[in-house]
């Protein structure tokens, strides 16, 4: 049991823990509530369509998600989006690229962005890991010996020497309020740390066009003006033309964290007739009328602010239950920032 660490979340905070723990001779036990992994690293496949409904890119270049993609992880699928992101304003006019993001680069992966999470997960070595979908932990034990892990019935549904939490920090925030921990004071400091990051919901519309639609000089448009309902339209075809069949058009309309979180619990179709019509508006009829539609919902898109690593994990205390994932991070949920976090867990769990 002191060997084996169990990983709650396997999005990439979790796969990055996995990785270095097994690295260094450690066995891990990945337990994911959905049925699938990479958390916010997500794609759809809709009447022939990849999409990516979750994270659009990967700016990995300086951190050590970039050096994992590009030189420790196959690169076959890996493709590189040559075109800019745009800026939108109300009339539906464009205006010309940032010049600071110029030098930015952006990848995708060919077959979708679920790419990534798999291939971190079968570079493991075989032996050292252990994937279960579809379980949900509903609170920690802490004993003499390690942590206990129970469902959310109360029954214990296994027994590790170390925990890393990778939920978004309100889930996290919850998971240790209900636990049992040696440190009740120090565990309430960290629940008031994590309960000071926000999230951002987002609902996000997956449009299908059988014919194709004028598409800009760009990759994505981003609204200028960030009160506006649609916040963002990305063009999945752009990415590779081999992603949309027969030459239509797959569209991502994300809507803004305010509507989003007002119409949350809206019906599908209300979602769509919002965003058919902020299409309609700016961009002309032959928008808004795709040929299928699909809605996705994000309650915890993206964290607005962070809490500090050391704050949430004190250096000074001997720790079985170490805390990582994007909200104990810069940049507001960035994909190689919540890789990162997860190393940073592994390392702290490993000093």
Not at 256 to 275: I, N
């Amino acid at each position: 049991m002191q060997q084996t660490v169990a990983i709650i979340g396997a999005g990439m905070a979790g796969l990055a823990a996995a990785r270095r723990l097994t690295a260094a001779g450690r066995r891990v036990v990945l337990f994911e509530k959905s049925r699938g992994i990479g958390g916010r690293v997500a794609t759809r496949r809709v009447e022939g369509c990849v999409l990516d409904h979750g994270a659009q890119t990967l700016k990995p270049d300086g951190f050590a998600l970039g050096e994992a993609m590009q030189r420790e992880l196959p690169t076959e699928d890996l493709v590189e989006i040559s075109l800019p992101i745009l800026t939108y304003v109300n009339d539906g006019s464009l205006l010309p690229p940032e010049a600071k993001y110029a030098g930015e680069r952006k990848f995708a992966y060919r077959n979708g962005m679920t790419t990534l999470p798999k291939l971190l997960l079968q570079a493991l070595p075989p032996e050292q890991w252990e994937l279960r979908l579809e379980r949900r932990v509903g609170a920690l034990e802490e004993t003499d010996d390690g942590v206990l892990l129970r469902d959310e019935q109360g029954q214990e549904i296994g027994a590790f020497g170390a925990i890393v939490l990778t939920p978004p920090a309100p889930q996290t925030a919850a998971l240790l309020a209900a636990s049992l921990m040696r440190d009740e004071a120090g565990t309430r400091k960290r629940v008031d740390a994590l309960n000071t990051v926000p999230y951002s919901a987002c609902l996000t519309v997956l449009l299908g066009y059988a014919a194709p639609v004028p598409a800009p000089p760009a990759y994505a448009l981003l609204a200028a003006d960030r009160s506006r309902p649609l916040l963002w339209l990305a063009f999945e075809q752009t990415k590779c033309p081999e992603r949309v069949p027969n030459g239509g058009a797959a569209l991502i309309a994300q809507l803004g964290p305010e509507v989003s979180h007002e119409r949350y619990a809206a019906p599908d179709a209300e979602v769509l007739a919002l965003t058919l019509g902020e299409l309609r508006h700016l961009f002309g009829e032959v928008y808004a009328q795709p040929d299928w539609w699909q809605v996705k919902r994000w309650r915890y898109s993206q964290p607005r602010g962070f809490a500090e690593f050391e704050a949430v994990n004190p250096l000074e205390s001997d720790l079985r239950v170490v805390v990582c994932g994007d909200g104990l991070r810069p940049d507001n949920g960035r994909v190689h920032q919540a890789y990162a976090s997860g190393l940073e867990a592994a390392e702290r769990l490993l000093r």
